[in-house]
């Protein structure tokens, strides 16, 4: 067994930018050479997230669409009472979706539906930096 960790950098235009990181991972896990195992992706922060979607137009207008429904943006959120940046909404949204995904691979390949992506998604409302950690293990 062996654990490698990479990083993947990203710099976001927007609130609810959704990044389609698929290739990027595949890339990671090639360079590995390990054979079967999973792949972890990890953001820190709270106003961050990753998960997969099928990364099509449909879906990158209803996946904003139905946060915006759970999470209203507008909503009255405590955290914004306290701190007054805005982005109540968007720790919580974070906090729904996730700040990680662990996904399986083998012979080399992860191992992902035919339409399956694995997306980064910015939920703070400023562009920002972000560092993605993707942890490999395998053998």
Same mark, same amino acid.
């Given at each position: 067994?062996?654990?490698?960790?990479?990083?993947?950098?990203?710099?976001?235009?927007?609130?609810?930018?959704?990044?389609?990181?698929?290739?990027?991972?595949?890339?990671?896990?090639?360079?590995?050479?390990?054979?079967?195992?999973?792949?972890?992706?990890?953001?820190?922060?709270?106003?961050?997230?990753?998960?997969?979607?099928?990364?099509? @137009?449909? #879906?990158?207008?209803? *996946?904003? &669409?139905?946060?915006?429904?759970?999470?209203?943006?507008?909503? +009255?959120?405590?955290? !914004?009472?306290?701190?007054?940046?805005?982005?109540?909404?968007?720790?919580?949204?974070?906090?729904?979706?996730? @700040?990680? #995904?662990?996904?399986? *691979?083998? &012979?080399?390949?992860?191992?992902?539906?035919?339409?399956?992506? +694995?997306?980064?998604? !910015?939920?703070?409302?400023?562009?920002?930096?972000?560092?993605?950690?993707?942890?490999?293990?395998?053998?």
């Amino acid at each position: 067994m062996k654990i490698f960790t990479e990083r993947i950098n990203l710099q976001t235009k927007k609130e609810l930018d959704i990044v389609d990181i698929t290739d990027r991972v595949q890339e990671i896990l090639t360079n590995f050479r390990l054979e079967n195992g999973f792949v972890i992706i990890f953001i820190p922060g709270s106003t961050g997230a990753v998960t997969t979607i099928e990364f099509e @137009p449909g #879906l990158l207008e209803d *996946f904003p &669409n139905m946060l915006e429904r759970i999470s209203p943006s507008d909503a +009255i959120y405590e955290h !914004e009472k306290r701190w007054h940046d805005g982005n109540g909404h968007s720790h919580v949204r974070a906090s729904m979706i996730g @700040p990680s #995904l662990t996904i399986p *691979f083998n &012979n080399s390949k992860l191992i992902l539906g035919t339409w399956q992506q +694995i997306v980064f998604v !910015e939920l703070d409302v400023r562009p920002r930096s972000r560092q993605l950690y993707i942890q490999v293990i395998g053998e």
